[in-house]
């Protein structure tokens, strides 16, 4: 986690368009790229962890497609690492069952959960917000917590909450 990885040209979005707040040649540890991906949606950082897999993106993409048929996420098939691709698809029962999965690793509920991270950017402290308000709900146990969106899927999330004993 603590392999340092550099957003560059490849990690740009030319199929969406989306933003970014990396600016290419922008240097930053494994698990930071992984925090901006997961609690912010930050692509670039997705896109450059897939490039720092063995074998690459197609390596990755391969493997997450593997991944799903082990957890019997038939109706999902991964054509891109960031989910911009419109030929990413899933189903609500299958997303489910990816979050379920994830549940068991404490680090990503630990970052899909967290409600705002700063991050040094070269000279700069770049503030990031989470965008699911759910996370910010004080009366509400979230152990994991998701949101997306694409012009394809709409306007998606997925939030495992922990129910409070009953008394």
Known sequence: MADTLTIDNADIDRLKH???????GTSLEREEML???LMSSENRAASALSRSFPGGPSAFIQQMNLKARALH????????PTGLSPDNVSTARDVVKMANEASHYPMIGSFTTLTAYE???????RFYHNTDPVVRWADWDVQLAKTGYTREAGRCIVVDVAMPVAR
């Open 18 to 24: 989306s933003g970014s707040r990396l600016p290419v």
């Open 119 to 125: 991050q040094a950017i070269g000279s700069r402290t």
């Open 73 to 80: 996420m038939t109706d999902t098939h991964f054509e891109d």
């Open 35 to 37: 925090r901006l991906a």
